[in-house]
């Protein structure tokens, strides 16, 4: 684990690729979120609304993302953490999870990093984006 | 679509205790690797009274999962159905535990019409300052949501 002292800006962070994401993953992640949205669960329904099937919950996507930020600092380290949806992820996408540091920065008596994040369908295709700000509680 | 004259109302309070079944379970499914996500013993060795909230925990305490919510926006002309989800942001401000009560009050910060490809929609965002059983602000949780007109 990296110290805020040894981060740099370009520094990636370590990323992962998930394995085909499924129907099933979904089901689960609506029982864990509470989001019972049939768009995510049933593809009849994810048919009627023109999405050609079931797309993953945004919130499963950012979820990901998270594992990336975790990077920069365990639970209490991060300040803020801001995801856009810019496609629907649908099963037997991977998603390619990843981040790299914007800014190291002081202020008021407290180091801070930021880094972007990503998630890259294997078409190339952004997912999602993100943003995450980190600081060590003082 | 919803009325304009509906921005800055705010829905609720809605209360939530942070339980940690619910904790060990959302952490199970994004497969999150950090032990205090699961284990109490890990969590004080690391400092903490209980089992922390992992970054996106409050999801389970928000719109997509408060059906009072959902039938409220529903009420306004924004069904389930016509939602999109285009944005999530949250600010931490102080740690959430297993065991807090989060207290918060969604509330429509904007309302914007625009046109799209395939005709006009509305970009809805709900803000809600969730605070904790101290009455400390806990958690800042903005959700920008596209409003499909049909």
């Not at chain 2, 890990?42 to 903490?48: D, I, P, S, T, Y």
């Not at chain 2, 959902?70 to 999109?84: K, Y």
């Given at each position: 684990m990296p110290t805020f002292n040894t981060y740099r800006v370009g520094d990636e962070l370590p990323g992962f690729e998930t394995e085909p994401l499924t129907l099933e993953w979904f089901s689960r992640y609506a029982i864990a979120s509470g989001d019972h949205n049939p768009l995510h669960?049933?593809?009849?329904?994810?048919?009627?609304?023109?999405?050609?099937?079931?797309?993953?919950?945004?919130?499963?996507?950012?979820?990901?993302?998270?594992?990336?930020?975790a990077y920069l600092g365990g639970p209490g380290a991060l300040r803020e953490f801001r995801t856009r949806f810019q496609a629907p992820t649908r099963p037997g996408d991977r998603l390619r999870c990843g981040g790299r540091i914007t800014a190291v920065y002081e202020r008021e008596g407290r180091r801070f990093v930021e880094a972007e994040l990503w998630a890259i369908g294997q078409d190339g295709v952004a997912r999602a984006s993100g943003v995450v700000v980190a600081s060590l509680l003082p | 679509m919803i009325d304009p004259a509906h921005l800055g109302r705010s829905f609720g309070p809605y209360t939530v205790t942070v339980e940690r079944a619910q904790i060990r379970r959302f952490a199970e499914t994004l497969a999150l690797p950090e032990r205090v996500y699961y284990d109490e013993?890990?969590?004080?060795?690391?400092?903490?009274?209980?089992?922390?909230?992992?970054?996106?925990?409050?999801?389970?305490?928000?719109?997509?999962?408060?059906?009072?919510?959902?039938?409220?926006?529903?009420?306004?002309?924004?069904?389930?159905?016509?939602?999109?989800?285009g944005e999530q942001n949250y600010v931490y401000h102080a740690p959430v535990i297993a065991g807090d009560t989060l207290t918060g009050a969604p509330a429509i910060a904007a309302l914007v019409r625009k046109e799209g490809r395939r005709g006009p929609f509305q970009v809805l965002t709900l803000e809600t300052r969730w605070r904790n059983q101290r009455g400390e602000l806990a958690i800042t949780d903005t959700l920008v949501v596209v409003v499909l007109d049909t």
């Open positions: 669960t049933d593809p009849a329904v994810g048919q009627a609304a023109g999405h050609g099937g079931v797309i993953a919950h945004g919130m499963l996507v950012m979820g990901l993302l998270g594992r990336v930020a | 013993a890990a969590a004080r060795a690391a400092g903490l009274p209980d089992l922390p909230a992992p970054p996106t925990l409050a999801t389970c305490y928000g719109l997509w999962a408060n059906s009072a919510l959902l039938a409220e926006l529903e009420a306004l002309g924004a069904p389930l159905l016509r939602l999109l989800h």
